[in-house]
């Protein structure tokens, strides 16, 4: 299955209303006519969060391999309505380099933005084996210990959501000066954050992914992230 037939349809979301989007030139051709006019909303059928951009450039997006497929299509387009001159078809020295970031990052993914920043995410939906519920075993001991469910009336889990992995986070680096330049937009879905340093959001990732990856240390962060009184324990020295 290619990326395309995987997401047979979208919802393009506008001052202009919505709008259904079939393919990846449709989305590329939406964004560069209605991004002119204001930032845009793109989520699946369901309802849920997609990608947003901030006019005609990609701000966030939940699936990486499609954010590649769009940007062929899209990053011509933009160029002609930006007025630049020359499109630079091989991957820059940054692309190239968070390219292989990523691959020890995984399944959190770092980025360009478009705007000057870069983001990491960790969008749930899109984990695939061996990363499905990734880290979601700590979220359900901590439900338990404190006489919860691990999952609702309707299967859902009632801990592990993208706020909460954004409190985790927090905790971890409550003690380092750099949790002060990462600014954060998480959703039930997903974990995002931050930052026009890139250096910085990849040190954090590393020292957070190395902490997800050990499940005591994990149990841990969660504990102390998502129990009352959090802020009298210290965080990790990272």
Not at 44 to 64: C, H, K, P, V
Not at 108 to 119: A, D, V
Not at 218 to 229: F, I, K, P, W, Y
């Amino acid at each position: 299955m290619s990326i395309e037939e995987k997401y047979p349809l979208l919802i393009g979301h506008s001052d202009q209303g919505s709008q259904e989007l079939h393919s990846i030139q449709e989305v590329a051709d939406f964004i560069c006519s209605q991004g002119l006019e204001s930032d845009l909303l793109i989520t699946q059928e369901d309802g849920s969060y997609f990608l947003n951009t901030f006019g005609i450039y990609i701000d966030r997006i939940a699936d990486m391999e499609y954010r590649e497929a769009l940007l062929k299509a899209l990053i011509p387009m933009q160029m002609e309505l930006d007025g630049t001159m020359v499109v630079d078809e091989e991957p820059s020295p940054e692309d190239k380099r968070l390219k292989e970031v990523n691959k020890r990052l995984e399944p959190f993914e770092l980025y360009q933005c478009g705007n000057g920043k870069y983001g990491l995410s960790l969008p749930f939906s899109f984990l695939q084996e061996p990363y499905e519920d990734y880290g979601q075993a700590a979220f359900n001991r901590f439900a338990e210990e404190h006489g919860e469910e691990a999952k609702n009336s309707f299967g859902l889990y009632t801990h592990g959501n993208g706020y909460e992995w954004e409190k985790v986070f927090q905790t971890a680096f409550q003690d380092d000066a750099g949790l002060g330049r990462i600014s954060f937009d998480s959703e039930a879905g997903g974990f995002y954050c931050y930052c026009p340093d890139a250096a910085l959001l990849e040190r954090m990732g590393m020292a957070f992914k190395a902490i997800c990856d050990d499940p005591d240390q994990l149990q841990e962060m969660v504990n102390r992230a998502l129990s009352d009184g959090q802020d009298e324990t210290p965080g990790m020295q990272l």
